[in-house]
């Protein structure tokens, strides 16, 4: 590991495998369908932070005797905050002029984000990195920067640590840190979101340290004797680091993000992989020659700005939010965009401040201007932040129906002879009392209530039955829930909303159980849930077989911007096909071009009482079949003939003056 040969060798290997570690989450941001585990990037990034700056602190250590920890800290700051701050000024600059609808997270996030904790602060929120609808968080990348942030804190520390003990007592102390941490993953693992075990620095810390023990173990003669040498050694070095590169490839290409196998069998098989390279780059090999390439180099030299900048314009063009952008152009603008903005970054904001040259008079008169220049730029930020407004809009729509829910009264018991009774009065405008002319009259305007799709702006006419009339229970998640107010005055007081914010398909059956056990289930239940995830149909089986003999089921389809959106849809279209008792409730085509009902992401309503939520009250109660024919016949034949006669015969006389 000596020698200049070596040494530049080493420093473009490493930049070409910070390259690779790019190419991977860009995949994964841009074209999501091609590299569907290029999350994993990030952990090759992790790697990577964790070895050089062990590496780093344990020359110092060897050449001093100690670790300069102030030193330390401004190279630390030098490295991330120029860019980070140039990032957040932009942010707050152009979302409120861009998405005005999303800048009232900007404080918190810029707060959080200047302080390094945006990880902890998205887990404190709730966010989702896998479910959440619309535009999630413009700093949501800056998770990871966090994850850094915070181990850089604790690194000088730990390797002033780990340079004191024997080597075998710091890899075994590695060792012990790594399954801590990979154990915290697993068991905080939470399907189907596992977005506390993907954000966690306690559950995400185990690749840097992998990338510590790859720096303690390569002082090891043995090993890094076995890394230097030729012959036949090397050729199986070769091999190695080959295979290594294809195991990080083929998670790239298969990896489930929320996949049980992932936490953390799958995170770690990368993290070991991306270990094994690093040392086989350290000498020339197949491998070095590969990170060597100039495109490669040219990446990850400026990749910090490059994974800085691609994000928000992923944000802005998303698919599915107001932009809209088809999948080409949107690919196109955030790789594009991405480059040329971090290609920018890195020429005028970080470089700099990476090599400062304060050698002459001129020299230091020029960092201290860049340094001033930045002071004043945080000050203006600061000012900035303190001057958008916090107030969301969305969180009002879901807090205001939350109160609509919790002064629901309890829900009653509904016996099953009461079930179809309450189902029994005929639509508002039914035609006429013979039997016979009945079945041609309603059939029709069970097949209107449900619009499948086709020519819009004349929506079909809706026949709600009168509020209080027939036992409801509707079940939903934050959609339900922003439409909860003007859903609740058409049901009326027969009507059991139970509906919460996160709330996936999977979670329905138990509810359903304990509803039904409690025999407080409505004759109709009304189901709009999968907006927050996919829907598979052991799903919507499960949520049958505990709807088994409920006469009416309504499943509701979905509009959000996300990929399960249409997998989501035509699931239910399929369960509605499997189950007799189950009808489709097209939401997703009643709603198509009504882009004013929605917040900026496409898919909760912007007002309790606005246009949005009442469309989707008026069409999911008006989708409630009518009543069977034979409920409406039979009840004037069965009871016409002993008491009306009498009745009719006793009161009608009285009534006639």
Same mark, same amino acid.
């Given at each position: 590991m000596h020698g200049g040969a070596v040494k530049r060798t080493r420093v473009a290997s490493l930049d070409g495998l910070r390259g690779v570690a790019l190419v991977c989450v860009l995949a994964y941001h841009a074209v999501p369908g091609l590299a569907p585990g290029g999350f994993l990037g990030v952990d090759v990034f992790f790697v990577l932070s964790g070895f050089l700056l062990t590496m780093l602190l344990l020359g110092e250590h060897d050449r001093t005797g100690t670790i300069e920890r102030l030193d330390y800290a401004v190279r630390r700051i030098r490295r991330i905050a120029p860019a980070l701050l140039v990032l957040l000024a932009a942010l707050v600059v152009f979302v409120p002029l861009l998405t005005p609808g999303d800048a009232h997270r900007l404080p918190g996030d810029v707060v959080y984000s200047v302080l390094g904790l945006t990880n902890w602060h998205l887990i404190r929120d709730g966010s989702s990195y896998f479910a959440q609808a619309g535009r999630p968080s413009f700093v949501r990348h800056l998770w990871s920067i966090a994850v850094e942030i915070q181990f850089y804190v604790l690194c000088p520390f730990l390797v002033g640590w780990l340079a004191r003990r024997r080597p075998k007592v710091a890899i075994a102390g590695l060792v012990a840190g790594i399954a801590a941490s990979a154990t915290a993953m697993g068991l905080l693992y939470s399907s189907p979101d596992p977005s506390r075990a993907y954000f966690g620095t306690d559950t995400r810390i185990h690749a840097l340290l992998v990338g510590c023990l790859v720096a303690v173990v390569l002082r090891s003669p043995t090993f890094s004797g076995w890394i230097a040498a030729h012959g036949p050694a090397s050729r199986r070095k070769n091999a190695v680091g080959v295979a290594a590169l294809a195991v990080v490839a083929a998670l790239v290409l298969v990896g489930a993000q929320t996949s049980r196998a992932m936490y953390p069998a799958g995170f770690l098989a990368v993290e070991v992989a991306t270990a094994v390279m690093i040392a086989l780059a350290l000498h020339p090999g197949v491998l070095s020659a590969l990170l060597v390439r100039g495109e490669m180099r040219w990446l990850g030299r400026r990749s910090y700005g490059i994974y800085l900048w691609h994000w928000p314009i992923v944000v802005l063009v998303r698919p599915g939010t107001s932009a809209d952008w088809p999948a080409v152009p949107a690919a196109v603008a955030i790789v594009g965009g991405g480059l040329l903005l971090g290609a920018l970054s890195y020429r005028y904001v970080e470089r700099p401040f990476l090599r400062p040259n304060t050698a002459t008079r001129r020299a230091r008169q020029a960092a201290f201007l860049r340094l001033g220049l930045f002071g004043a730029a945080a000050a203006v930020l600061a000012v900035a932040v303190a001057q958008i407004p916090t107030n969301n809009q969305l969180a009002d729509v879901l807090r205001a129906g939350e109160k609509v829910i919790a002064a629901q009264p309890p829900p009653t018991p509904v016996p099953e002879t009461t079930t179809t009774a309450t189902t029994a009065p005929p639509a508002p405008d039914a035609p006429s009392p013979s039997t016979a002319s009945t079945p041609p009259?309603?059939?029709?305007?069970?097949?209107?209530?449900?619009?499948? !799709?086709?020519?819009?702006?004349?929506?079909?006419? #809706?026949?709600?039955?009168?509020?209080?009339?027939?036992?409801?229970?509707?079940?939903?998640?934050?959609?339900?829930? !922003?439409?909860?107010? !003007? #859903?609740?005055?058409?049901?009326?007081?027969?009507?059991? =909303?139970?509906?919460?914010?996160?709330?996936?398909?999977?979670?329905? !059956?138990? =509810?359903?159980?304990? #509803?039904?056990?409690?025999?407080? #289930?409505g004759g109709v239940v009304i189901i709009h849930l999968g907006n927050n995830g996919p829907v598979s149909d052991g799903d919507v089986d499960a949520v049958m077989h505990e709807l088994d003999g409920v006469p009416n089921v309504l499943l509701v389809t979905v509009r959000v911007d996300r990929n399960w959106q249409d997998e989501v849809n035509n699931t239910l279209r399929a369960g509605a096909a499997r189950y007799p008792n189950v009808q489709i409730v097209d939401w997703y085509a009643y709603s198509a071009g009504h882009g004013d009902w929605f917040q900026a992401d496409g898919t909760h309503f912007k007002s309790s009482g606005g246009p949005g939520a009442n469309a989707y009250a008026d069409l999911l109660v008006g989708s409630i079949p009518p009543p069977p024919t034979t409920t409406t016949t039979e009840a004037p034949t069965t009871t016409a003939p002993p008491p009306p006669p009498s009745t009719t015969s006793t009161t009608a006389p009285s009534l006639v003056p």
């Open positions: 009259s309603r059939a029709p305007r069970v097949r209107v209530v449900t619009p499948a !799709a086709p020519p819009a702006p004349p929506k079909p006419k #809706l026949n709600l039955p009168a509020p209080g009339t027939v036992p409801v229970t509707a079940i939903g998640d934050s959609v339900m829930l !922003a439409g909860a107010d !003007a #859903l609740h005055a058409r049901l009326g007081s027969t009507g059991y =909303i139970d509906a919460k914010q996160n709330r996936y398909f999977s979670q329905a !059956a138990p =509810i359903i159980h304990d #509803l039904r056990t409690r025999e407080v #289930l």
